[in-house]
């Protein structure tokens, strides 16, 4: 563990410190296996230097596109070690998007399957086994590290209709883990970590990076992630202690942590992605005050490396605490003056050595984003991104209060930006999507909270001959990724204005999902029980057996519990991704049909 008390080490030096102090302590679990740190070493060292052979150093980027296991954390360990930046490109995107975000960023080595080279062509695409027994590559020495020097890129959404690269420094992240060391919200102790969040999702860095303080990381796939019966299993068998979660998968998978009477310990709990609700508020404080388990809400943006305010949940309202160590957090009002006074409110600008050293290759957005910071005490502080003189400030368009103790409670958005299970969402680029369709004229998006299925997102379009909803959501399908494709999608004569000649929110009609042209009655077990679910889960009174599941509004989390009906009504195992293969209600049910009969009978 580093001291506390002084300035954060650079997490590449962690890392070196934890694997020589316990070479034998098993650093990384995933389905295809595990790593002591001793390997976990050498296999960095390998890729590391198979990289420099290749021209790779300081300032560079490198593209990761892999699977969730154990390459993955070698990858990203290695693209640092050999003091690059890593990329990470999750396979699962649509390919129009990781072309994109490849060509946006400029990389030209990209560490994945020889299969990526048919989005990849002009890549020079390096596989992680390829260099595993290079002698020469595993003497590398890692690269000296600047706190100044690129750590990673992660897209965000973006208002322009394209996504933004969010560029991070590697003091930065050091910063970020230190901090949640000082904060008390990380133990002083190694402890077993599962990693669940996507690679391109921010939460990702403060879980794979805590290997580099002696943590063991547990992967978890995208079944065991979300699946409460593996989930509870995993808990127990690797013996994890750490978990974050947003909000939306806590309600997945409550049961299966406060009420499956398993023998194991919870894990401690780290929220974040999304605002916690005040009913899993108090119902995590409750748990908490009967010594069932400990969780804390951490919140912070891209822009600012992950977290930047945390708060135990313990009892009282919902809130998000009080910024981390090395974090100023300032309420400004309308008049850009900052607020002081319990109960006022404003937006939220961050400053400190968690700011992200600007969006890649767009200086003016930088700029626009990240101001100077008139609040800081002079001084001769570094620009980027500490304090003093000179030092910067993020706009993070989110409104809070001001608490009387200090703490501070999150409102909402200032600007039309959303959070759909976690992801940040700028409408404006789904917009851009649904309007690059030939035959849509122009098209606005909102969101929305369904009593059935949580926060969804609705276009409404304008097209002379309007395309079926299946037709629109197949065609952002292709640019998009999966939680930022609408799930309703109306067709309207014209966009109303108001007298401002801006959106009138108020007079578009009430979203829906559009009906199916004749309704087919289910028939048979399977497709009763599944039109029984689907109207459960989706909230609908009745189900057709023509119906389309992600057409009737559902989604990645709903499908969950679709799953999770399936297993206890039919102890039949169906993954995610076979909904999304099987859309159709029917289809659904032959497929349930098939795995049934071929299935071994159960004594």
């Not at 959070?419 to 849509?440: C, F």
Request: with cysteine; hydrophobic share 40%.
């Amino acid at each position: 563990m580093t001291d506390l008390a002084q300035k954060p080490v650079d997490l590449v030096t962690r890392f070196r410190a934890a694997a020589q102090h316990a070479p034998d302590r098993i650093a990384v679990r995933g389905t295809d296996g595990e790593l002591t740190f001793a390997e976990l070493d050498r296999r960095t060292a390998q890729l590391a230097g198979a990289l420099a052979s290749r021209g790779i150093g300081v300032g560079d980027l490198v593209g990761v596109s892999l699977p969730r296991t154990t390459q993955l954390v070698v990858s990203l360990l290695a693209v640092w070690r050999a003091g690059a930046a890593y990329l990470p490109l999750d396979p699962r995107y649509p390919v129009e998007r990781l072309e994109f975000m490849a060509k946006d960023a400029g990389i030209r080595v990209l560490v994945g399957a020889p299969s990526h080279a048919l989005w990849a062509s002009g890549l020079d695409v390096v596989a992680p086994d390829s260099v595993a027994d290079d002698p020469e590559a595993a003497d590398s020495k890692p690269v000296a590290a600047n706190p100044l020097d690129p750590a990673y890129v992660i897209y965000t959404s973006g208002s322009t209709g394209r996504p933004k690269g969010v560029q991070v420094g590697r003091g930065s992240v050091a910063d970020l883990v230190t901090a949640l060391e000082r904060a008390g919200v990380y133990a002083e102790e190694p402890r077993v970590v599962g990693w669940n969040a996507s690679v391109s999702f921010d939460s990702s860095v403060k879980q794979w990076a805590r290997i580099c303080r002696g943590d063991t990381i547990a992967i978890l796939d995208e079944d065991q992630r979300t699946d409460p019966v593996q989930l509870r299993t995993l808990l127990d068998a690797y013996g994890i202690q750490d978990l974050d979660l947003t909000p939306s998968l806590w309600e997945l998978v409550r049961t299966c942590l406060l009420d499956s009477g398993a023998d194991g310990p919870l894990p401690r709990l780290f929220m974040g992605g999304e605002p916690v609700p005040e009913r899993t508020w108090e119902e995590m404080s409750k748990a908490t005050a009967n010594g069932l388990l400990e969780a804390v809400n951490l919140y912070g943006p891209t822009e600012c490396t992950v977290d930047a305010t945390s708060a135990w949940i313990t009892g009282g309202e919902a809130h998000i605490g009080h910024p981390l160590p090395g974090t100023r957090a300032y309420v400004v009002g309308d008049d850009l003056r900052q607020v002081t006074a319990p109960g006022e409110t404003g937006e939220l600008y961050l400053a400190g050595e968690g700011l992200a050293l600007g969006y890649l290759n767009r200086s003016a957005l930088t700029a626009e984003r990240f101001v100077a910071d008139p609040f800081a005490a002079n001084g001769d502080g570094p620009s980027l991104p500490g304090g003093g003189q000179g030092a910067r400030m993020y706009r993070t368009g989110d409104q809070v209060r001001l608490r009387a103790d200090g703490s501070l409670d999150f409102i909402g958005r200032v600007d039309r930006q959303v959070k759909i299970r976690g992801y940040r969402i700028e409408l404006g680029e789904v917009e851009a999507a649904v309007s690059s369709h030939p035959r849509v004229t122009t098209a606005v998006l909102t969101g929305y909270r369904d009593p059935a299925l949580g926060d969804r997102l609705v276009a409404y379009y304008v097209a002379a001959e309007p395309p079926t909803g299946a037709e629109l959501r197949d065609h952002c399908a292709a640019a998009l990724p999966e939680f930022m494709v609408p799930s309703v999608f109306v067709a309207v004569d014209a966009i109303p204005l108001t007298v401002n000649g801006k959106v009138d929110w108020e007079a578009l009609p009430a979203p829906h999902a559009a009906p199916v042209e004749q309704f087919v009655e289910p028939r048979g077990t399977v497709e009763k029980l599944l039109a029984e679910v689907w109207s459960e889960v989706l909230g609908r009174d009745r189900i057709s057996a023509d119906d389309n599941f992600f057409a009737l509004g559902g989604h990645s989390l709903v499908a969950l519990r679709v799953i999770s009906r399936l297993k206890r009504e039919l102890g039949l195992a169906v993954r995610t991704k076979e909904v999304y293969q099987h859309p159709q209600l029917r289809e659904l049910a032959g497929y349930v049909e098939a795995k049934l009969a071929a299935a071994p009978e159960t004594p």
